[in-house]
């Protein structure tokens, strides 16, 4: 079933993390010799690189590292925001990964790229998942499966790029439901997994180091994590103190941390103040309409 919607995506170039679900796309799709892309920051740790090598090297599947500097980072960041119109540090973190690779793809001329979405939310990848009390796990992961949404997508759109995403074929995502939680979440030896079924059953055709990897959100893995301390360090104490107090009292927007003062002003720059909607619940810190849901999509609050 999976390998059938791999091979019915039209494109040959693949966004590669090294990590479970894009390196059993790879694995399907090797005989096609697809053009793999992993998008790397130069200035950071990142942790993605060696096994988006060793993937390569299995499948002998060409790789192409696109390091990327603090300056296109902030770049990217930038028209992140100005796609998903929101300032969600952890969305934009890791989606800015996206947007160089779509972009990457765009600029090689590609009309499509290939994506592991949905892997994490219908087979119960999440860290967050995994120590979930075993009546609570399956009421969480349908919770989480009714909300999934792919970021993705918009920047594909907006840059003209099509994204497929193998794992959200419609069969696969009726299929993922009669799972049963416990097939989802499980110990393996004495630590325990999300994604156990998908990693159990591809242990024998991929590298076990990627079968039995850790969840590594895009953020770590490509480095972009370490914008939290960028902002931090070149961010003065006393004026994210001032600039905090202004806007909260001008705008009504409690801002947590450097980083998102930094996304927040770009995000208002282009879309101006957030108006709260007296007849819907909003976000205690930005006013957006949260639709009695514990994350805020649009500052990225959790819980609320």
């Not at 980072?73 to 989606?95: H, Q």
């Amino acid at each position: 079933m999976l390998k059938e919607s791999c091979d019915s995506c039209k494109s040959n170039t693949i966004a590669l993390s090294g990590g479970l679900d894009s390196t059993i796309i790879a694995y399907f799709l090797k005989e096609q010799k697809p053009n793999t892309v992993a998008i790397i920051a130069k200035d950071f740790v990142a942790s993605d690189l060696t096994y988006c090598q060793r993937v390569s090297k299995e499948f002998n599947t060409p790789l192409t590292i696109n390091q990327v500097s603090t300056t296109d980072i902030l770049s990217a960041i930038e028209e992140t925001i100005k796609i998903l119109k929101n300032f969600n540090d952890i969305e934009i973190r890791n989606n800015i990964v996206m947007y160089l690779a779509i972009k990457w793809a765009k600029e090689q001329n590609s009309k499509g790229i290939i994506t592991g979405d949905g892997a994490d939310e219908l087979f119960a990848g999440y860290s967050f998942l995994i120590n979930k009390p075993e009546d609570e796990l399956e009421k969480e992961i349908q919770r989480v499966c009714a909300v999934m949404h792919f970021p993705t997508q918009k920047i594909g759109k907006a840059l003209g790029v099509v994204v497929e995403s193998p794992f959200l074929d419609e069969k696969i995502i009726e299929y993922s439901k009669t799972i049963p939680s416990d097939l989802k979440v499980r110990n393996e030896g004495e630590k325990r997994y999300g994604k156990w079924i998908l990693r159990k059953t591809f242990e024998k055709n991929i590298p076990m180091q990627i079968a039995w990897r850790e969840k590594s959100p895009m953020q770590d893995g490509s480095g972009t994590v370490g914008l939290s301390n960028l902002f931090d360090s070149v961010i003065n104490d006393q004026l994210f103190l001032e600039k905090k107090k202004k806007i909260e009292e001008t705008d009504g927007v409690i801002i947590r941390t450097k980083e998102s003062m930094h996304y927040y002003e770009i995000y208002r720059n282009l879309y101006g103040v957030i108006t709260k909607k007296q007849e819907v619940s909003s976000c205690p810190y930005c006013n957006f309409n949260v639709e009695n849901s514990k994350f805020c999509r649009m500052c990225g609050a959790f819980p609320i």
